[in-house]
């Protein structure tokens, strides 16, 4: 028996290596953006990958061990990205080498994905633009909350050294007699963001609809609603077929200084039945029913499809922090969401059947805003057959845009944000009353004061002024003696 197990193992060592299984490239997706470009490699298996760029001329280089490729590169659609031109190879010691001609610096970065309900075995090589922004004019959300804070501490320690009885800085007969500056009658900026987008479409109708594609559908008439009315002017969150972070989507809002964020989706559930529009607002204790608990789950699980964990990295330690000195001033905004929400969610009433009545609070990660009010917006259950049909149909989008657009509106002509040109059409619809005083060329505080037979400190104090400047053309308000 000892020589029949020695004889088996040595039969045994004498077999040829298993032959490594082979992946084979099956399709190559690419999708620009304005900050980045996303590769992704369809693979009938898994491979690995080595990536690495190149100089005079620039290049990319993707090698996958063991790989072969079973696609047209011809076929791939470069408009719009960093790439000018892909050509593939066996390299050195076999495998598979794709090489991307480059028309700029990139930054790549990749990982694998493995299969889940809607792809097999991935590679998704992203390329980042140094320098680029998906948004124009970028500004850092940190730095203006600091300033502003700075601004208000500053107006508060005036304030409180005159309360104190220190003399001011300025005599009170000397007055800076500077012209009024002009009222900015800023446009209301409004974020709209599609869901989804690029390799992730989102929810699938039995029909094969897209949700990526009917809320982007609805987002532009939106768009084209919002950019039509005086006062008001849009941002598209992502104005292609491509995918953009969760986290990535509010941070485009807030560096546009968006006034509200609304993010379009279309429902989707494991029953054709459920049918209906909803509308939700951020709640910092969880969602309020067990729906809105499994939808918020499913809709952040977004960024897995795309890619990204979404989680905050450990190593980026100042990408914490900021995110939680903003997470600080949510409260603040939720208020206004609700408002806002009722609004809408009574116009999309008019023109298709509601899921819930009332606004509903999850914690959807796209209305973690913390500075700008938040809707997202289930359009309606691309489940559902029947809804499936509507959201297909041009007029039915055009309902639901403007039923959206109807909700916002409203608000914001009833309380339109500071310094905006609604607000300045609201302002000047009054005419100055007898309690009212127009500020001519020559006017001082205290002239203004004795005319009207006030105190000094009492008409600062009406007025919420801190010092004693004040503008030709500014309008103050005349407490009764």
């Not at 011809?74 to 390299?91: W, Y």
């Not at 889940?116 to 959300?141: C, F, K, T």
Request: aromatic share 4%; hydrophobic share 40%; glycine share 8%.
């Amino acid at each position: 028996m000892a020589g029949i197990g020695l004889l088996a193992i040595l039969c045994l060592t004498l077999l040829p290596d298993a032959p490594v299984r082979a992946a084979q490239v099956d399709n190559i997706r690419l999708w620009a953006a304005p900050d980045h470009a996303r590769l992704v490699f369809d693979l009938s298996d898994h491979a690995e990958a080595d990536i690495f760029t190149l100089d005079n001329p620039r290049r990319l280089v993707i090698d996958l061990d063991q790989s072969g490729l079973d696609t047209d590169l011809a076929s791939l659609e470069l408009e719009g990205s960093a790439i000018t031109a892909v050509r593939s190879g066996v390299r050195d010691g076999g495998g598979l080498r794709v090489v991307l001609e480059l028309s700029r610096e990139v930054e790549p970065r990749h990982f694998t994905l493995p299969p889940n309900e809607q792809y097999g075995h991935r590679l998704v090589v992203d390329m980042e633009y140094p320098g680029e922004s998906a948004v124009q004019n970028p500004i850092d959300p940190i730095e203006a909350m600091i300033r502003e804070q700075e601004i208000a501490a500053n107006r508060h320690r005036s304030g409180s050294s005159e309360t104190a009885g220190e003399a001011p800085r300025v005599d009170p007969e000397v007055v800076a007699q500077q012209p009024a500056a002009p009222h900015p009658r800023r446009d209301i900026i409004i974020a709209i963001d599609a869901g989804h987008g690029g390799e992730d479409p989102g929810a699938i109708g039995p029909s094969g609809t897209r949700e990526k594609d009917v809320v982007m559908e609805i987002s532009r008439r939106l768009q084209r609603l919002v950019d039509d009315t005086e006062g008001f002017r849009a941002v598209m969150i992502r104005d292609g077929d491509y995918y953009v972070g969760l986290r990535q989507r509010t941070r485009i809002a807030r560096e546009q200084k968006a006034d509200f964020f609304v993010s379009i989706h279309a429902d989707a559930f494991n029953s054709p039945r459920p049918n209906g529009s909803s509308v939700y607002a951020l709640s910092q204790r969880g969602a309020t029913s067990e729906t809105a608990q499994w939808l918020a789950a499913s809709e952040n699980q977004a960024d897995l499809i795309g890619g990204v964990d979404g989680n905050l990295s450990l190593n980026d330690k100042d990408e914490v922090l900021r995110g939680v000195l903003l997470d600080l001033t949510m409260t603040a905004t939720l208020n206004d969401s609700l408002a806002i929400g009722g609004q809408v969610l009574d116009q999309l009433g008019r023109v298709n059947r509601l899921h819930k009545s009332r606004v509903e609070q999850a914690g959807f990660m796209v209305l973690k805003s913390p500075d700008i009010p938040s809707l997202l917006i289930e359009t309606g259950f691309i489940s559902n057959p029947d809804e499936e049909r509507r959201l297909r149909d041009s007029g039915h989008q055009q309902r639901m845009a403007e039923s959206i657009f109807s909700g916002l509106q409203a608000h914001f002509r009833s309380n339109p944000p500071p310094a905006s040109l609604l607000a300045w059409q609201r302002d000047n619809q009054r005419t100055p009353s007898g309690n009212e005083y127009r500020i001519q060329p020559g006017d001082t505080l205290s002239q203004i004061a004795a005319r009207h037979g006030v105190p000094v400190a009492q008409l600062k104090q009406a007025n919420e002024l801190n010092g004693d400047v004040i503008r030709v053309g500014q309008v103050l308000r005349i407490p009764r003696s």
